[in-house]
């Protein structure tokens, strides 16, 4: 088993937080976008998961504000080297919008309104450590930023919290998103500095 | 579904195209294989900052070429583009 050493590269930050090697703090809230900035309302917004098999689970605007949701405050890393700690979201766990999911798949596939898309192992939604975010700072999430909600996955590179989620597929065997067919990492482990593929 | 836009024109990514091409792309011309519109690369909307560079149609939004530069590679997909038609050097 590969023993993997955050090592000396990490900087300590004060009240805990700690910077991913090659990374640097930033206060403000970055926009980076690969296309325009698609505009969903929430009548027409769903969320849909499909399984390897073909079986397919959705949940309109309504559905999902009745669900649990929780309150995270997570540092996010984005593989343009900026990082902003304490980022306070809502949102609901992928562990309850799984929960009833039957599945043997090992990868995801997140899609997102537009043609954005992000590969991921499917472990790395569960257990506590990812959601489907509709709100940022006690405010609804604002389109740039991905609104009306994106997927957090903040122990990733913020690439893989895809903006405007509309989607995952389950898959049995691994398919690319948009940055990774071009040459970004599959995983994209900020401590392991894992930007582009081959690191 | 409608969209916003957040685009730079094609310019914006010359120096990039150039470096990849060897020749100043701005003049190059293509025909998007989505919807079969030809143009100028200089007319493609250019979305830059993010992890790479990325072409898209001005006239139906698909993406028509991406770009990332890594240390150690540089990695490119015109598959968007039915023909990509570059200015010869001059002789």
Redesign the interface.
Known sequence: MAVISRGFHGRARDKGHELPPGQYETTGFPVLSAGPTPVVSLDDWEFTVRTETGVRYSWNWQELMALPSETPTVDIHCVTKWSKFGTRWQGVSLDVLLADVESGAEYALVRSYGDYTTNLPLEDLLDGKAWVAYRFDDEELPAEHGGPARLLVPHLYFWKSAKWVSGIQLLDEEEQGFWETVGYHNYGDPWREQRYQGD | ???????LDGNAAAGDLESLFGADMTTAAGQCQGCGLRMRLAEA?A?L????T?L?CPGC???LL???R????L???ASGLDYLRLPAAAG
């Open positions: 579904m409608t969209t916003e836009p957040g685009f909307h979305y900052g993010g992890p790479g990325v898209r939004e698909d993406v991406r770009m990332v890594s240390p150690n590679h990695w490119l997909d």
